[in-house]
């Protein structure tokens, strides 16, 4: 059972094959037996899973349908969820029980998915390995040893170890589509505005999107289609339609431009996930696309320009956690200035604090207009570029990260080092544009993954190139030994 995706649950469930309940309580034992050696989860939620299983079940008896009626999944912890503990992977919210859901947990409850719980996660969404967790690194189920990617790192693992059919994440840099790739699943950063923020606690408020991680395009779309849509309580949330994201998998790719940026094929790039990318680009010129190749002549200036943006937005948005109003209070402060300082140096780990310094300082009197100013102009470089290429491709395509998954503590001496392998994702966020990675491959037994970008709006592209793919290559369908 645990082996369906979430296409073949609706089928399975509307046929009464089985029912949401039967499928949650199989789940919930395998999360129980398999997930020590995993930690995937932060909280399990048992009781309220049961409960959305049973009225899932009642509703379908009741003759309503739906793909994601009685569907099992998780929610990254950082998704706001009433009555449980919403952690974002910190001591700082170890105590904090959101007094309201998120929009996308509401909105995926009234579509009549089931929440097993909250998945583990970097803290506050700080990383790329899941390894700044307050609860604990992540492992990858591909082989224990190596991390999992992250901050999506608990929803990635526990979905690649058939814990879950899919589950949320957020991407601010790379967050769902890195740890897809080094988890082998399907993983889609929608565009900026198209999935509501409202109850998603904040990490660099102007990059942050919500999207799902599943094992196929199928079922992304499935998921998404329960996430996006305008909501009038984020302001950067968009008012535009949301197709049927469904509807366009079976397009023919015949003619379909694909962009092969030259800039993602730097130094740094492990020759054998160049060799895999481009044997990706041959199995899609079979299927009718054409190869173009581009250039983003001002990629190189990614990295540093965003970790400048996205380090600014976090200090701002966690001065919020102050000890005062919610999350980790010290004891016994002395003044004031003792209480914010204690609270926060005892509730945020390194990392966050390594960020919150780097922020302040370049939005500090007299260095912004060095720092941030000028990371906000190559922002806008960065977006000229993709508006050019877009205008002679249909989507651009590339290896999602430049390396597969490493092992469990080997960056951690070199934050910079783990900084680089962002280098593919991050463009995205920056110009708020959709992405996806979708399994490709394997190196050394680790799963490797390639990325496509698409312009504004077409997530129904990247989904359908994606299904192309899937049906002529079977990567996806690979789970990992003893899962
Ligand atoms: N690895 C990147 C960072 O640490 C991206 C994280 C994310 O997308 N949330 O900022």
Known sequence: ??????????????????????????????????????????????DLALEQAKAADARRANGETGALLGAPIGHKDLFCTLGVRTSCGSKMLDNFKAPYDATVVSKL??????????????????????????????????????????????????????????ATGTDTGGSIRQPAALTNLTGLKP??????????????????QGGPLARTAEDCAILLQGMAGFDPLDSTSIDEPVPDFSANLNTSLQG????????????????????LVHTSIKELEKLGAVIKPISLP?????????????????????????????????????????LYKRSRAEGFGPEVQRRILVGAYALSAGYYDAYYLQAQKIRRLIKNDFMAAFNEVDIILGPTTPNPAWKIGAKNSDPVSAYLEDVYTITANLAGLPGLSMPAG???????????????????RLLNVAHQYQLNTDWHTRSPAGF
Request: proline residues 5%; negative net charge.
């Open 442 to 460: 394997f190196v050394d037994g680790l799963p490797v993954g390639v990325q496509l970008l698409a312009p504004y709006f077409q997530e129904g």
């Open 1 to 46: 059972m645990h082996q369906m995706t979430l296409a073949e649950i609706a089928r399975g469930l509307a046929d009464k094959k089985f029912s949401s309940e039967e499928l949650t309580k199989t789940l919930l034992a395998r999360i129980a037996q398999l997930d020590p050696q995993l930690n995937s989860f932060i909280t399990l939620t048992e």
């Open 256 to 275: 379909l431009r694909i962009g092969v940026p030259k800039e993602f094929f730097s130094e740094g790039l492990d020759p054998r996930i160049a060799e």
């Open 191 to 208: 565009t900026y505005g198209r999935v509501s923020r409202w109850g998603m606690i904040a990490y660099a408020s102007s990059l942050d």
């Open 109 to 166: 409850a009234a579509a009549g998915a089931v929440s097993l719980g909250k998945t583990n996660m970097d803290e506050f969404a700080m990383g790329s390995a899941n390894e700044s967790s307050y609860y604990g690194a992540v492992k990858n189920p591909w082989n224990l040893e190596h991390v999992p990617g992250g901050s999506s790192g608990g929803s990635a693992a526990a979905v690649a170890a058939r814990l879950l059919p899919a």
């Open 298 to 338: 001002n990629m190189q200036h990614a990295i540093p320009a965003y970790y400048v943006i996205a380090p600014a937005e976090a200090s701002s948005n966690l001065s919020r956690f102050d000890g005062v109003r919610f999350g980790h209070r010290c004891e016994d402060p002395k003044d004031l200035t003792d």
